[in-house]
């Protein structure tokens, strides 16, 4: 079998039963924020297009390229779909000319001509991507190869069940706006984004210890900001609390912990991977690469820098009056939602400063009172800044999705009362009825789901299951003094009361070993 590195989370798959071309990237996406790196314009993507099967792993704009798609990858290549909750993708693809489509079934092995297999994992949780995200196992002549993107199953056992995997391909680096976009102090921010960059870290070495694969390829990030605006996000500044660490990175963390078996793909890098190793070539040595890092950076912002200026242009939409708009599309939508308007609790306010960079209109949606008005000069849940250009090109352009697109961005900057609340960004993410029933659906089997089994972590009984997205505590569980990290995505608990210290409801069920009542079921809710 032989990989590809077509940049970010994209490669490209060679078996003698076919090729797979997976989630190719290369036009800004986000506001023309993120741009990958390093940089994989040059490659020859007329070759690269001409493939039999086309994966798209999920509708993030880094990895659903539709310009790209559109003008560089084959037609007659069969799209392996993932069994997602709604036919966007699909509808997506066929808008972009492809009519031939696999449409798998989540975790069943599908034997493809020549006696290639692949297997797709979806997950569709609202917090999922776009709803929906997804990995692809693939197996060819006795080779196996996970490409787990930026997916995060709570373990990893369906595709470890399926035989020794040889190559695993997974995510190392951040993809979010937290901390950075937060208004807070910067020794405060710094500590955050430190966290956050060890959780990362920690997270990808407990999947590559679940899979225990021959190899391991970092990919999916992480990305590089070339807007000026943007420059301070690439971690060229020896700042410990950036959360975009890069490959070179990932290699010398990952060797800290015992890591031997990491092979970095640049674009255009080729790696043959049998039963018995891998070879790989690279087309510039990856350690020169790197230490080039900001002359590269530095060459690509001056190349792109008409790029980012033509986008910049088109956003502004002066004939759209936002307050009017927003209550159109959104009321309705704050109507029809029970458990994320329930969930989010209180007005989040939007302050969207003018062309000429001090005006300011303060709009609230008001999620108890079920309304978009003007700011009332009450107390917010959050409070987002952000430029009205950027949300009149939303309105003009009906996005469905804020978090693919302006949340992604950057190019705000946030503030909250209390705890993360992630019913917030799942609203903005379901900004289409579609979206939005499914969304309370999924909350509402969650919300209900008995989750009987308890398991024992030190002095505490806990119930097996997360409240966060049912990772299982006996593996991803750690518990110090009185608090429990659940290392998924590192929410914490306290276990006497039962709260969740990370974000709104999501309630654990603990008492101590031998203590026969749960606490937490006995205290007054909060
Ligand atoms: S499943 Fe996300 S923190 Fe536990």
Same mark, same amino acid.
């Given at each position: 079998?032989?990989?590809?590195?077509? @940049?970010?989370?994209?490669?490209?798959?060679?078996?003698?039963?076919?090729?797979?071309?997976?989630?190719?990237?290369?036009?800004?996406?986000?506001?023309?924020?993120?741009? +990958?790196?390093?940089?994989?314009? %040059?490659?020859?993507?007329?070759?690269?297009?001409?493939?039999?099967?086309?994966? /798209?792993?999920?509708?993030?704009?880094?990895?659903?390229?539709?310009?790209?798609?559109?003008?560089?990858?084959?037609?007659?290549?069969?799209? =392996?779909?993932?069994?997602? +909750?709604?036919?966007?993708? #699909?509808?997506?693809?066929?808008?972009?000319?492809?009519?031939?489509?696999?449409?798998?079934?989540?975790?069943?092995?599908?034997?493809?001509?020549?006696?290639?297999?692949?297997?797709? %994992?979806?997950l569709?949780s609202p917090t999922d991507?776009?709803?929906?995200?997804?990995?692809?196992?693939?197996?060819?002549?006795?080779?196996?190869? =996970?490409?787990?993107?930026?997916?995060r199953p709570t373990d990893l056992s369906?595709?470890?069940?399926?035989?020794?995997?040889?190559?695993?391909?997974?995510?190392?680096?951040?993809?979010?706006?937290?901390?950075?976009?937060?208004?807070?102090?910067?020794?405060?921010?710094?500590?955050?984004?430190? %966290? &956050?960059?060890?959780r990362?870290?920690d997270r990808?070495?407990r999947y590559?210890?679940d899979?225990?694969?021959?190899?391991?390829?970092?990919?999916?990030?992480?990305?590089?900001?070339?807007?000026?605006?943007?420059? %301070?996000?690439?971690?060229?500044?020896?700042?410990?609390?950036?959360?975009? +660490?890069?490959?070179? /990175?990932?290699?010398?963390?990952?060797?800290?912990?015992? @890591?031997?078996?990491?092979?970095?793909?640049?674009?255009?890098?080729?790696?043959?991977?049998?039963?018995?190793?891998?070879?790989?070539?690279?087309?510039?040595?990856?350690?020169?690469?790197?230490?080039?890092?900001?002359?590269?950076?530095?060459?690509?912002?001056?190349?792109?820098?008409?790029?980012?200026?033509? #986008?910049?242009?088109?956003?502004?939409?002066?004939?759209?009056?936002?307050? &009017?708009?927003? &209550?159109?599309?959104?009321?309705?939508?704050?109507?029809?939602?029970?458990?994320?308007?329930?969930?989010?609790?209180?007005?989040?306010?939007?302050?969207?400063? !003018?062309?000429?960079?001090?005006?300011?209109?303060?709009?609230?949606?008001?999620?108890? !009172?079920?309304?978009?008005? +003007?700011?009332?000069?009450?107390?917010?849940?959050?409070?987002?800044?952000?430029?009205?250009?950027?949300?009149?090109?939303?309105?003009?352009?009906?996005?469905?999705?804020?978090?693919?697109?302006?949340?992604?961005?950057?190019?705000?900057?946030?503030?909250?009362? @209390?705890q993360y609340?992630e019913?917030?960004?799942?609203?903005?993410?379901?900004?289409?009825?579609?979206? =939005?029933?499914?969304?309370?659906?999924w909350y509402?089997e969650h919300e209900?789901a008995v989750d009987a089994e308890d398991i024992t972590i030190g002095?505490w009984t806990v119930q097996r299951r997360c409240p966060h997205l049912k990772a299982d505590l006996s593996r991803f569980g750690i518990v110090e003094?009185?608090q429990l990290t659940c290392q998924l995505h590192g929410w914490r608990f306290d276990l006497?009361?039962g709260r969740c210290l990370t974000s709104v409801g999501h309630k654990i069920r603990a008492?101590?070993?031998? #203590?026969?009542?749960?606490?937490s079921?006995?205290?007054?809710?909060?």
């Amino acid at each position: 079998m032989r990989v590809t590195g077509t @940049g970010h989370a994209s490669m490209r798959i060679d078996t003698a039963a076919g090729s797979i071309l997976c989630d190719p990237w290369v036009n800004p996406a986000y506001f023309a924020s993120w741009f +990958p790196f390093p940089d994989n314009s %040059q490659l020859d993507w007329e070759a690269l297009g001409d493939v039999d099967y086309l994966y /798209v792993s999920h509708l993030h704009r880094d990895h659903f390229d539709a310009a790209h798609l559109k003008r560089y990858v084959s037609k007659k290549a069969t799209v =392996l779909l993932p069994e997602f +909750p709604t036919s966007e993708m #699909e509808d997506e693809f066929r808008e972009l000319g492809f009519t031939k489509f696999l449409k798998t079934r989540n975790e069943e092995v599908v034997e493809l001509n020549g006696g290639l297999k692949i297997m797709i %994992q979806a997950l569709t949780s609202p917090t999922d991507g776009p709803i929906g995200d997804s990995s692809l196992w693939v197996e060819y002549d006795g080779v196996r190869l =996970l490409n787990q993107n930026d997916a995060r199953p709570t373990d990893l056992s369906t595709f470890a069940e399926l035989g020794h995997v040889h190559a695993h391909m997974l995510q190392f680096s951040g993809a979010i706006w937290y901390p950075m976009v937060y208004e807070l102090p910067q020794a405060a921010k710094t500590a955050f984004g430190k %966290q &956050k960059r060890e959780r990362q870290f920690d997270r990808t070495w407990r999947y590559i210890d679940d899979l225990k694969a021959d190899h391991v390829f970092p990919i999916a990030g992480p990305p590089c900001f070339l807007d000026d605006e943007l420059w %301070q996000f690439n971690d060229i500044f020896d700042d410990e609390g950036n959360i975009f +660490p890069d490959q070179s /990175v990932f290699l010398a963390e990952y060797a800290k912990v015992g @890591g031997t078996n990491g092979i970095v793909l640049l674009p255009g890098s080729v790696s043959e991977i049998t039963t018995s190793g891998a070879t790989t070539t690279h087309p510039v040595p990856v350690e020169e690469f790197f230490a080039n890092k900001v002359a590269h950076l530095e060459e690509m912002r001056e190349r792109k820098r008409p790029i980012i200026e033509a #986008e910049k242009a088109s956003w502004r939409h002066p004939e759209v009056d936002v307050l &009017k708009e927003l &209550k159109r599309r959104i009321e309705p939508l704050l109507d029809e939602s029970i458990y994320l308007a329930k969930g989010v609790g209180g007005p989040v306010r939007f302050d969207l400063v !003018g062309y000429d960079g001090e005006s300011v209109e303060s709009i609230v949606v008001d999620f108890p !009172g079920k309304q978009v008005r +003007p700011y009332a000069d009450e107390k917010v849940r959050y409070r987002f800044r952000t430029e009205r250009a950027l949300v009149e090109h939303l309105l003009h352009i009906g996005e469905v999705d804020w978090v693919n697109s302006l949340f992604l961005s950057c190019r705000f900057s946030a503030a909250r009362i @209390g705890q993360y609340n992630e019913f917030v960004y799942a609203f903005f993410k379901c900004l289409s009825t579609e979206r =939005l029933q499914y969304a309370e659906g999924w909350y509402d089997e969650h919300e209900r789901a008995v989750d009987a089994e308890d398991i024992t972590i030190g002095d505490w009984t806990v119930q097996r299951r997360c409240p966060h997205l049912k990772a299982d505590l006996s593996r991803f569980g750690i518990v110090e003094g009185d608090q429990l990290t659940c290392q998924l995505h590192g929410w914490r608990f306290d276990l006497p009361s039962g709260r969740c210290l990370t974000s709104v409801g999501h309630k654990i069920r603990a008492h101590r070993v031998g #203590e026969e009542t749960s606490v937490s079921e006995t205290a007054q809710p909060s």
